[in-house]
DNA sequence: AGGAAGATCTACT
DNA sequence: GTAGATCTTCCTA
């Protein structure tokens, strides 16, 4: 089990070690497993993606301590973020993909990964690990491709997107 | 109270 | 490839 202080690290860092991790999911007694393919690294500070950096509960979300789930809510999905770094640095890593390990769902994107696994506003804030979502560690290798944010309207100059080479569940190639 | 924007998805061509 | 639906959150009046 991936204990919280993994994620009390640079959002990026974070980013790059979540690829490959086995996304644990307790929902109604069934355990759902699912490898996270594909991340993105979002900073408050000088990140003019999306309204993270306004004022309002997601910036006072992503100044928390690294280690708390942050959902984001947009064009009718939730997306599931994991909030980086140390309390005051608004952070936040998104998933953007899943591989299902166990189960049978479309999860090749940020707002399907969240349908899938039942995601929604009531993980907001908790920590993870909690009772019914956790992260197990692989050892498993593979190649890490790095390349621009998906969907955003403006990008930083900085490649902030990971996945693993040659995974089909990554949204976008 | 109302409006607009936004890190998306689906369906159709 | 592009258009349209969809809904939460933040901003303004």
Redo the contacts with the bound molecule.
């Keep these: 089990m991936i204990k919280r202080e993994f994620f009390e690290r640079d959002a990026e860092v974070v980013a790059r070690e979540l690829l490959g991790k086995i996304l644990m999911r307790n929902l109604n007694g069934k355990i759902m497993k699912a490898k996270i393919v594909e991340t ?1 690294a ?1 900073y408050n500070e000088k990140d003019p ?4 950096c ?6 006072e979300t992503m100044k928390m301590k690294g280690g708390n789930i ?1 959902v ?6 939730w ?1 599931m ?1 994991i909030v980086t770094g140390n309390e005051g640095k608004a952070e ?1 890593v ?1 998933l953007r993909a899943l591989e299902p390990l166990n189960f049978k769902a ?1 999860t090749s ?4 990964l969240c349908k899938a696994l039942g995601i929604d ?1 009531g993980f907001h804030k908790k920590e993870i690990p909690n009772d019914e979502l956790w992260l197990e560690d692989s050892k498993e290798k593979f190649e890490i491709i790095a390349g621009k ?6 990008d930083l100059s900085r490649n902030l997107r990971f996945y693993i080479k040659e995974n089909k569940w990554v ?1 976008r190639k």
């Design positions: 993105e979002y993606a999306s309204r993270a306004k004022n309002g509960d997601l910036k942050l984001y809510g947009v064009h009718a999905n997306l973020n936040a998104l479309k994107g940020p707002g399907l506003k944010r998906i969907g955003v309207k403006k949204s």
